[in-house]
């Protein structure tokens, strides 16, 4: 399925041919049957010969609802352009030209309309005049197809050149990330708001729970084209029936999307190319609109790097929404001054969330960029301020090269300056924490961590194993050469207290134990607690006890051990 959209000046048939081709009439508003206008946004499908289907949105062509127009084009694939033969070119086929261009259409056909009423000669004088205003746009190599909804003659031409068009133009992108700008908003009997709009990014299902505006929805049903979907994908019109929502409390311009996946923003920098039919410079003065989506959003500019932006040139700006709007880089939008109602120029959304003030922005679409500005962020975060998933550097986290580096670099001299102990991970906030498993040649043992190089061959002492084993009542030195004994309490690898030794993960337990005694006395705890809380006798109690208040884990007062300033949680 794919969505394009009519562009035009008024009354050169636009709504006709979309009837002709699709048998509905767009027009959906009994005043615009009357007046013959087209007014506001309508709808109306058919399938190709190929079997494939197309789904028009056609626009109102006159000056006065032209504000309409954008909210059309917003999210299409692809544009059907009409060009009355009896009339050719006129003001608006050059504005809805040069907003197709904003928001960043790429693909298009252009309908040669009322071929019925002109003779051939004039019919190639006119083609000849579009094809002359279409050069240097996204439409210079477009077929030109003469067509008559009255008559039906060039029907089936503009079938095949549409056939053509549809197989030419990519399909909508699956980034798993669906968004659906609202264009109507109804209440349907019995089921509740109903909201349609041209589904982007990813698919929505029955039963998904996401975001409409800012009120959490869950999804009914899902509809295309009046049949029932169970899951539906990007690239097609789509009825959503949401629960959770009264239909008076979304509007054109909503966007649906999951809130976990999106951060929406009220403030974003974007660059913003001038139409060069402008007649005066563009700077923060004046009241503009941007049209993002399906919806028009009043908004204030601040032209980045400088004062003010000149016809046909390009720069940079930033943003600022009344709304917060679930936004990504590439988006695009059409600024319009809503004072003198007319078409400033459009850009595409670099940064949706800028760090830095605007003074200093220098917004582009990288994501390094956004990584390096922010140093450390998730993945899930970044993912939702640029649309890009990346592997993390560690753990659940992206960090800029620079800052990783420096952050491992610390972390070495840290462990390198550390006691035989190793440097204990507690004492580490979450990133540093896994940042250390990432060190090469660094050992991460017992919550603590030291370089592979200082294990030395000490180390595998079975004296070692034996205190490890007997926890906080080791066993005495019993046979052990005293030279080896003095060289292991030297190098830190056992802990001698008031001549008794100790495996270092014992004053560990020690002190974890005080810190469980001390939760529940807080006013201190005595000997005796201490030795029934760690289940040995005041042989090895005592010294245990002396190491704690030694490290400043404990502190003695009297008869009883209070808190010291190097206490751990328990
Ligand atoms: N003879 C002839 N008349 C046509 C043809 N197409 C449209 N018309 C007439 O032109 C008038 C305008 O047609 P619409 O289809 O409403 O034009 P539109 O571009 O949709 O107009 P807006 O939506 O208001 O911009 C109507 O009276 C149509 O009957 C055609 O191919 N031949
Ligand atoms: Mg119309």
């Known amino acids: 399925m794919r969505v394009v959209a009519t562009a035009g000046h008024v009354d050169h048939g636009k709504s006709s041919l979309v009837q002709a081709l699709t048998g509905t009439n767009p027009d959906r508003f009994e005043e615009e049957r009357r007046r013959g206008l087209t007014i506001d946004l309508g709808f109306a499908h058919t399938t190709l010969t190929n ?3 197309v789904s028009f949105i056609d626009v109102p062509g006159h000056v006065r609802f ?10 299409v694939d692809a544009c059907m352009f009409v060009v009355a033969a009896t009339e050719g070119w006129k003001p608006q086929s050059e504005e809805h030209l040069r907003i197709l261009e904003l928001v960043g259409l790429r693909h298009g056909l252009v309908a040669l309309t009322k071929a019925d009423l002109v003779d051939d000669e004039w019919r190639e004088l006119q083609e000849m005049d579009v094809r002359d205003h279409l050069a240097g746009t996204f439409l210079a190599d477009a077929p030109i197809v003469a067509v008559s909804a009255t008559t039906g003659a060039g029907m089936h031409d503009i079938r095949s050149a549409l056939a053509t068009l549809v197989a030419t133009t990519p399909a909508a992108l699956d980034r798993r990330r669906p968004r659906l700008w609202i264009d109507r908003v109804f209440a349907a009997k019995g089921s ?3 909201v349609t709009g041209t589904l982007t990014g990813g698919s929505v299902a029955a039963d998904d729970l996401l975001h409409a505006g800012d009120h959490g929805v869950r999804i009914r049903s899902v509809q295309s084209h009046g049949a029932r979907h169970e899951s539906i994908g990007p690239g097609n019109r789509v009825a959503l029936n949401l629960v959770g929502v009264d239909h008076a409390e979304l509007h054109r311009g909503d966007a649906v999307v999951s809130a976990a996946q999106w951060r929406p923003t009220n403030r974003f920098d974007a660059s913003l190319t001038v139409l060069s039919s402008l007649d005066h410079v563009v700077s923060r003065r004046g009241a503009f609109a941007a049209y993002i989506g399906s919806g028009e959003f009043p908004v204030r500019l601040r032209v980045l790097g400088s004062q003010s932006l000149a016809p046909g040139s390009a720069g940079l700006v930033r943003l600022h929404l009344g709304t917060a709007l679930p936004l990504m880089p590439g988006d695009r ?8 109602d007319e078409t400033v120029g459009g850009g595409e959304v670099l940064d949706v969330a800028p760090v830095r003030p605007a003074s200093k922005a220098q917004p582009d679409r990288s994501v390094d960029r956004v990584i390096d500005e922010r ?5 899930d975060d970044l993912e939702a301020l640029t649309g890009e998933r990346r592997t993390p550097t560690v753990g659940t986290w992206v960090v800029s090269p620079d800052v990783f580096a420096a952050t491992q670099a610390t972390l070495r001299e840290r462990i390198a300056a550390a006691d035989g102990l190793g440097l204990d991970l507690a004492a580490l906030n979450e990133r540093e924490r896994v940042t250390v498993g990432t060190l090469e040649g660094v050992a991460v043992e017992a919550g603590r961590a030291r370089p592979v190089a200082a294990r030395d061959p000490l180390a595998d002492h079975p004296f070692l194993d034996a205190l490890l084993a007997g926890g906080v009542a080791p066993p005495d030195p019993v046979g052990v050469d005293k030279a080896q004994l003095r060289e292991l309490v030297r190098r830190r690898l056992i802990v001698e207290c008031d001549g008794l030794y100790f495996h270092p993960m014992a004053i560990d337990a020690a002190a974890h134990a005080a810190a469980q005694l001390l939760r529940t006395n807080p006013e201190g705890f005595t000997m005796s607690q201490l030795r029934e809380a760690m289940g040995n006798t005041r042989k090895h109690a005592v010294p245990l006890a002396t190491e704690l208040d030694a490290r400043g884990i404990t502190r003695r007062r009297a008869d009883l051990r209070i808190a010291g300033p190097k206490l751990p949680n328990p």
């Open 51 to 53: 079997g494939e289907g």
């Open 66 to 75: 032209l504000r309409n127009m954008p909210a059309g084009v917003g999210g």
């Open 192 to 194: 509740g708001t109903v």
């Open 333 to 340: 939008f059409v600024l319009r001054e809503s004072g003198r």
């Open 375 to 379: 140093s450390w962020l998730t993945v």
